[in-house]
């Protein structure tokens, strides 16, 4: 079958507006009624709970492994003490949320594009919508609520465990002071990079759900289809990511400028 | 069950219908009526459009022109948000049953009661009440991978008709099964027909189950269907309507699609 460049630009366009609509309706369902509160709670255990090991233990050893590098540039210019600052404002400000959602995206993104492509190649999304149920309501917005707060919690844990991962390696392989490395860490806060690393995972909680979903509800030719969707969902989800956090860092950088 | 006989008001009005996919005509100005408690079989080789009949009176689909009203509501021109609420009026047999496979048996049949927050002891009762219509009163915590192809179909035919809908929507229940599954599935069909009085929209490319709901009736004294003698003056509510390339080549009942002049149509009978 040959296609000409307009109905590819056609394709593209379609894709964009449904898209568009879904991560719409996905909000605006939120405003009316039926909520589906169990199935949003039931989400959040998959996405929050269910990711909480890998995020955990990526943190750790990420946090772990830049307080590593970053020490031995610091040590150059005397200022290893500097090593929990650095850890800290690192992963807050960006290696948390990009590092957490990278990871959320890589689990519930396939997940949600597996699950509701399986249903749709199957007829159940169609079963759904004839039993008088919107799939919209029922899948879409409990997972877009529920992997936006769960990446949030994530990131901030995430973020914790990194710094922890950070003085591990500060105290026992680098000998610095404890105490020092955690004062330094949490001093060197801001409100600015506290908001920008809770806006972050917001934004990009939204992303992975709308894309998982959206890719999940347009899987067409059976199970092929179904594999197809989950791959497109991770690789778009992530690099969708990636790209937005250039535009909010500056955007929010214009708010919140380094000190 | 509504059994109120106002056999002369229409549930499905289909006025010039047409749907094209791809620049390719689907449907074809197709227009026909499908009165209260009337059973209408549309038959049609694969790819001739049947199944999008029941997707468009459903509004999963909407079509190029044309007018479609169901249950006095003009489906073509209503948002999916107002569908919603029709549709829970109309119970639908999926092809390949389309069970929610994360779903046992009983939360399958349940699940329009549970949206609809009837209370949990009135769903009990109404789930049992369906499956034991279809005879599956033992499968209620067995998950649908767990049951035959089927079983499968007759739970659907539950999960259809658990809300009490005035209008029942076939899509080929009898497909790919054995004779005897395909002969429980039809006598499921003359039952809800005759014992609901239920109008329903059946599609199947099997004739011989067509020709059975247009010859059996549903005998509540013995709980199965009986053949009807030719001579009794007796109305089967069965009409059929055959399609060709999306387009509607007859209509009418038993006898006139038997003694039709159709080559197409006779050629179909003969196999």
């Not at chain 2, 030719?230 to 038997?258: H, M, N, R, Y």
Request: some cysteine.
């Amino acid at each position: 079958m040959q296609f000409s460049l307009t109905d590819i630009a056609k394709r593209n366009v379609l894709a964009v507006q449904e898209y568009s609509l879904l991560a719409w309706s996905s909000v605006a369902n939120i405003f009316t009624s039926p909520r589906y509160v169990a199935d949003t709670l039931q989400q959040a255990d998959i996405i929050g709970v269910g990711s909480l090991p890998i995020v955990v233990l990526t943190g750790f050893f990420l946090g772990a492994v830049l307080a590593l590098q970053s020490a031995n540039s610091l040590a150059r210019f005397g200022g290893l003490s500097f090593t929990g600052q650095l850890v800290s404002l690192s992963m807050v400000r960006e290696i948390g949320p990009v590092l957490t959602g990278l990871m959320v995206a890589g689990r519930s993104a396939t997940g949600m594009a597996s699950e509701l492509g399986s249903m749709q190649v199957t007829e159940q999304i169609d079963a759904m919508r004839a039993l008088g149920t919107d799939p919209g309501k029922k899948l879409v917005t409990p997972r877009v609520i529920s992997t936006v707060i769960m990446l949030v919690v994530l990131t901030v844990i995430s973020d914790l465990v990194s710094m922890a991962g950070g003085a591990v390696v500060a105290v026992f392989m680098l000998r610095l002071d404890g105490n020092q490395y955690w004062s330094t860490a949490w001093q060197s806060l801001g409100v600015g990079d506290i908001t920008m690393g809770l806006i972050k995972p917001f934004v990009f909680g939204f992303i992975i759900a709308t894309i998982g979903c959206y890719y999940g509800l347009s899987a067409r030719g059976g199970t092929q289809g179904v594999g197809r969707a989950t791959t497109q969902a991770m690789v778009a989800a992530s690099v969708i990511m990636v790209i937005s956090d250039l535009f909010i860092t500056q955007l929010l950088l214009n708010f919140f400028p380094f000190k | 069950m509504d059994q109120s006989n106002n056999s002369h008001e229409p549930v499905i009005v289909f006025e010039d219908v047409s749907i094209a996919f791809d620049e390719k005509k689907v449907l074809s100005n197709l227009s026909f009526t499908l009165l209260h408690g009337q059973t209408k079989v549309l038959f049609g080789v694969a790819g001739a459009g049947k199944t999008l009949v029941l997707k468009l009176a459903l509004g999963l689909l909407r079509p190029d022109s044309g007018r479609i009203t169901v249950l006095g509501q003009e489906v073509s021109a209503m948002k999916e948000q107002d569908l919603f609420a029709l549709r829970r009026r109309i119970g639908m047999v999926f092809q390949e049953s389309a069970l929610f496979d994360s779903l046992n048996v009983e939360d399958n049949v349940s699940f329009r009661l549970r949206e609809e927050h009837v209370p949990q002891d009135e769903i009990t009762r109404r789930v049992a009440d369906a499956l034991r219509f279809v005879e599956l009163e033992h499968t209620v915590k067995l998950f649908p991978a767990e049951l035959s192809g089927g079983m499968r179909r007759r739970v659907a035919i539950a999960r259809a008709i658990v809300s009490d809908p005035k209008v029942l929507l076939y899509d080929s229940p009898t497909a790919g099964l054995d004779p005897v599954t395909s002969t429980t599935i039809v006598e499921l069909l003359v039952k809800q027909r005759d014992v609901f009085q239920t109008s329903a929209l059946l599609v199947t490319h099997r004739l011989q189950d067509a020709f059975t709901m247009a010859t059996h009736a549903f005998d509540r004294k013995l709980n199965k269907m009986v053949l009807v003698p030719p001579e009794t003056d007796w109305d089967s509510k069965t009409s059929f309507l055959v399609l060709k390339d999306g387009v509607k080549i007859f209509e009418g009942d038993a006898s006139e699609i038997a003694n039709s002049d159709s080559e197409y149509i006779r050629e179909y009978l003969t196999q």
